[in-house]
């Protein structure tokens, strides 16, 4: 009865370890997810409407580090998701201010 009293102590210690230590690396992971999408939408807003390139020459200016980020247009604004949209940011485009992040 003994044994089986410290094994299940050992249970939840190593089950409240492993929540904490997936609760850090996700939060890491959902923080660098929003920058990765913010400098994707400010990015290719500025190379789109700005500079005047195609999508497809913008597209070619990222490193496979922000291969898994999504980037969408319509119209003078540039999306960018990651997750099947569940993080994204906006960037809009105005004549004479170029182009800036929105907050959704």
């Known amino acids: 009865m003994k044994l089986v009293k410290v094994f299940a102590v050992i249970a939840v210690v190593l089950a409240i370890g492993a929540g904490v230590g997936w609760q850090v690396w996700l939060k890491d992971q959902v923080a660098y997810a929003k920058v990765a999408t913010a400098y994707g939408a400010k990015m290719v807003c500025s190379c789109r409407f700005v500079a005047g390139r195609e999508m497809d020459s913008c597209m070619q200016d990222f490193t496979a580090d922000i291969s898994a980020v999504t980037v969408s247009e319509d119209e003078a604004t540039i999306t960018a998701s990651v997750l099947g949209g569940a993080i994204k940011s906006r ?12 907050n959704d």
């Open 91 to 102: 960037a809009v485009f105005e004549d004479d201010l170029g182009c800036a992040l929105v």
